[in-house]
Nanobody, 125 residues
Framework: VQLQASGGGLVQAGGSLRLSCAVS????????MGWFRQGPGKEREFVSA????????FYADSVKGRFTITRDNSKNTVFLQMNSLKPEDTALYYC???????????????????WGQGTLVTVSS
């Protein structure tokens, strides 16, 4: 199983980025997916998650109203649209594949079985 995160970069505050997470080795439509981030000197934190069906979506309070998670099961890819970016959004962003058959626990890192390598988002002030 491989998760390939991409789309990170350098952007000014107020700008937007769209992260992608391409999954191989699993049929994405069966799995819940999540995004986490780890900023410089900070612990990893939950950002957003989407259930396998797309019917349940979760956001951290810090990104609610600015970030949108979507999935395209036909492309085995999950997206994170990030708008109105702030310097405090600067972090390495990771996508993660949930454990099959369990009720989604979106903010718990141990709910996720596989992790991508991360894509760096830097927001300048």
């Amino acid at each position: 199983v491989q998760l390939q995160a991409s789309g990170g970069g350098l952007v000014q505050a107020g700008g937007s980025l769209r992260l992608s997470c391409a999954v191989s080795g699993r049929t994405l439509s069966n799995y819940d997916m999540g995004w986490f981030r780890q900023g410089p000197g900070k612990e990893r934190e939950f950002v957003s998650a989407i259930s396998w069906s797309g019917s349940q979506i979760f956001y951290a309070d810090s990104v609610k109203g600015r970030f949108t998670i979507t999935r395209d099961n036909s492309k085995n890819t999950v997206f994170l649209q990030m708008n109105s970016l702030k310097p405090e959004d600067t972090a390495l962003y990771y996508c993660a594949l949930g454990l099959l058959g369990l009720k989604i626990v979106p903010a718990r890192a141990d709910f996720y079985a596989y992790w991508g390598q991360g894509t760096l988002v830097t927001v300048s002030s």
